[in-house]
């Protein structure tokens, strides 16, 4: 199983980004993706998730500025990240997991696979 995480980059507060998530070697309908991030001095915290049947998952902190989507033709979950604010500056990484329950895990614990990270920096 690979995980391939991207679109992260530097941009100013109150822009948008969007970060794609490309699984390949594994069933990926039949998975959940999770987005975690991880900011320096921090611990990392779940961000949003979307489970195989399309369930969404959004922590407080995000919540009606980054929308989750997945196209599974394309083996791709994307977190699209609008209104960005200084303290959403971290990496970002997304995880999978089979997909027993229909609903998005929240909790990192519950991951078994992970991509490598992306940086997203949110500075003027």
């Known amino acids: 199983v690979q995980l391939q995480a991207s679109g992260g980059g530097l941009v100013q507060p109150g822009n948008s980004l969007r970060l794609s998530c490309a699984a390949s070697g594994l069933a990926f309908d039949d998975y959940a993706i999770g987005w975690f991030r991880q900011a320096p001095g921090k611990e990392r915290e779940g961000v949003s998730s979307?489970?195989?049947?399309?369930?969404?998952f959004y922590a407080e902190s995000v919540k009606g500025r980054f929308t989750i989507s997945r196209d599974n033709a394309r083996n791709t979950v994307y977190l699209q990240m609008n209104s960005l604010k200084p303290e959403d500056t971290a990496v970002y990484y997304c995880?999978?997991?089979?997909?027993?329950?229909?609903?998005?895990?929240?909790?990192?614990?519950?991951?078994?696979?992970w991509g490598q990270g992306t940086l997203v920096t949110v500075s003027s």
């Open positions: 995880a999978a997991v089979y997909d027993y329950s229909g609903d998005p895990p929240r909790y990192a614990r519950s991951y078994g696979y």
């Open positions: 979307i489970s195989s049947p399309g369930r969404t």
